[in-house]
T-cell receptor, first 114, second 113 residues
Framework: GQNIDQPTEMTATEGAIVQINCTYQTSGFNGLFWYQQHAGEAPTFLSY????GLEEKGRFSSFLSRSKGYSYLLLKELQMKDSASYLCAVRSFHGSSNTGKLIFGQGTTLQVKP | ETGVTQSPTHLIKTRGQQVTLRCSSQ?????VSWYQQALGQGPQFIFQ???????GRGNFPPRFSGLQFPNYSSELNVNALELDDSALYLCASSPERSTGELFFGEGSRLTVL
């Protein structure tokens, strides 16, 4: 089967660092994505990992371990505007298009407090 | 560059009715996928269209159907609406040669009474 687990809610303080974990079980793994979704808005792309290791992009970093079926998203220097839902998604390759479908976790709602 | 646009943004239907949701993909993107997002949940894959053909389907019944047009815009049709169909319907497009990053529209919020 295909399953993605991430915590439902997290709270952190402005200026701090927070790590959001994601574990997955899926067939045909072809990359892991993190998306940010503010309430009432569309998900927006944050990061993509297909090989093991850390990808850094400004205040955001994402890590992948394929052997462990594990990823995390690290947010540094938290700002109030980072309060949002963070979605972990695994790409399952299929079909004749090279994009495949994304299997999303339920999302982690992060609340940043002053 | 125009992003992904969806219409309508909000709509209310009653059980048994039919609904059509529309999506214009981002310029240069030939792949469109549709997702259903229930409140408090992550998006669930409905289906994907590539060059006007359905190219993969999630665990949704046949009353969920779609089309992709030559300009790569797309429609999602849902027949015989049920209360559980109430959700945010997201359209996402992507270019053919990409890492698979999806560009989402703002969604259509459907309420079934």
């Amino acid at each position: 089967g295909q399953n993605i687990d991430q915590p439902t809610e997290m709270t952190a303080t402005e200026g701090a660092i927070v790590q959001i974990n994601c574990t997955y079980q899926t067939s045909g793994f072809n990359g892991l994505f993190w998306y940010q979704q503010h309430a009432g808005e569309a998900p927006t792309f944050l990061s993509y990992n297909v090989l093991d290791g850390l990808e850094e992009k400004g205040r955001f970093s994402s890590f992948l371990s394929r052997s462990k079926g594990y990823s995390y998203l690290l947010l540094k220097e938290l700002q109030m505007k980072d309060s949002a839902s963070y979605l972990c998604a695994v790409r399952s390759f299929h079909g004749s298009s090279n994009t495949g479908k994304l299997i999303f976790g339920q999302g982690t709602t992060l609340q940043v407090k002053p | 560059e125009t992003g992904v646009t969806q219409s309508p943004t909000h709509l209310i239907k009653t059980r048994g009715q039919q609904v059509t949701l529309r999506c214009s993909s981002q310029s240069g993107h030939n792949t469109v996928s549709w997702y259903q997002q229930a409140l408090g949940q992550g998006p669930q894959f409905i289906f994907q269209y590539y060059r006007e053909e359905e190219n993969g389907r999630g665990n949704f019944p046949p009353r969920f159907s779609g089309l992709q047009f030559p300009n790569y815009s797309s429609e999602l049709n849902v027949n015989a609406l049920e209360l559980d169909d109430s959700a945010l319907y997201l359209c996402a497009s992507s270019p053919e040669r990409s890492t698979g990053e999806l560009f989402f529209g703002e969604g259509s919020r459907l309420t079934v009474l």
